[in-house]
């Protein structure tokens, strides 16, 4: 029950904040916050995920973070945010599997629009959609 909770709020987060990136190239700020402080309150009230292991999912979220500084937002401080929030229900290494699975979709369909010159190299694509299909992808399989 706790788990279907969890999954249930990531593809709420995701769907909307996807839904504002596809359109606007942004991530809601105010959803970030208030799924924060959900998930935050999710764990404590059913236990599921250890204090290291939120952390560390978190963690993942604070180098994406470091990266889009260094990168001067090569990734965006949203996907950062964004990351920072998934960790917190997801943990470490669903959030990396989050990020590997929408990393691996976006550029196979961004290398496919880049080959029928579709996509420019220097476009600007938004990462959260990809997220959300990669989550919805590994719910089902």
Do not use: H, Q
């Amino acid at each position: 029950m706790e788990e279907k909770i969890i999954k249930s709020a990531v593809f709420l987060l995701l769907l909307i904040n996807g839904i504002l990136d596809w359109r606007k190239g942004e991530v809601s700020l105010w959803s970030l916050g208030i799924f924060g402080a959900a998930g935050i309150g999710l764990n404590v009230w059913f236990g599921c995920r250890s204090f290291w292991e939120t952390a560390g999912g978190a963690g993942l979220g604070i180098l994406l973070l470091l990266t889009a500084f260094l990168t001067r937002e090569a990734i965006g401080f949203g996907d950062g945010f964004l990351f920072c929030v998934t960790g917190i229900y997801l943990g470490f290494w669903e959030n990396l599997n989050l990020l590997f699975s929408g990393a691996v979709l976006s550029a196979v369909i961004l290398g496919a629009g880049i080959l029928t010159k579709r996509v420019r190299l220097k476009d600007r694509v938004p990462l959260v959609p990809f997220l959300l299909l990669g989550f919805l992808g590994r719910l089902f399989i």
